[in-house]
């Protein structure tokens, strides 16, 4: 049993969810997908979402570094909105999830390749080694 007490570190996916846990910010994050967007083009883009959410949630991706607010407008303040390096790793993420959720769909889809058309897998890699892992935990360097 745990002592109460105690304190741990998170777990790297507690630590991930930390950050960008709730639907809105992964939703905002694929709203930036296409490029930057402006508060009322977001608000389009995320349908549902109430505009004190909407703030709420840039403000903390921008905290996190996952966007950057740019002013387009001074008077009265106006910004844009876009993807960081690490909102771009972070949407290559989305994208895996986006696929796995339609999977679970009768009409899912699978994500293809747009040069051949062959649908794409996800694979761990390592590339001082060049070659595809299999299962990145059987040496027991990574938990989830």
């Not at 105690?6 to 992964?26: K, M, Q």
């Not at 703030?55 to 106006?78: F, K, N």
């Not at 989305?94 to 889809?109: S, V």
């Amino acid at each position: 049993m745990a002592d109460a007490g105690v304190t741990r570190d998170p777990s790297p996916l507690e630590a991930a969810l930390e950050r960008v846990g709730d639907r809105w910010s992964l939703l905002i994050v694929e709203g930036l997908l296409d490029g930057p967007r402006r508060f009322n083009e977001l608000s389009a883009a995320v349908p549902g979402i109430a505009p004190n959410i909407l703030t709420d949630r840039l403000r903390r991706l921008e905290r996190e570094r996952i966007l950057v607010a740019t002013p387009y407008q001074q008077r009265p303040p106006r910004m844009s909105y876009a993807l960081t390096v690490e909102g771009h790793d972070l949407a290559s993420v989305l994208r895996m999830l986006a696929d796995w959720g339609a999977r679970g769909t009768p009409d899912a889809e699978p994500t293809r390749h747009g040069l051949c058309g062959t649908p794409l897998e996800t694979r761990w890699y390592c590339p001082t080694c060049e070659v595809a892992v299999e299962d990145p935990d059987a040496d027991g360097s990574r938990t989830l």
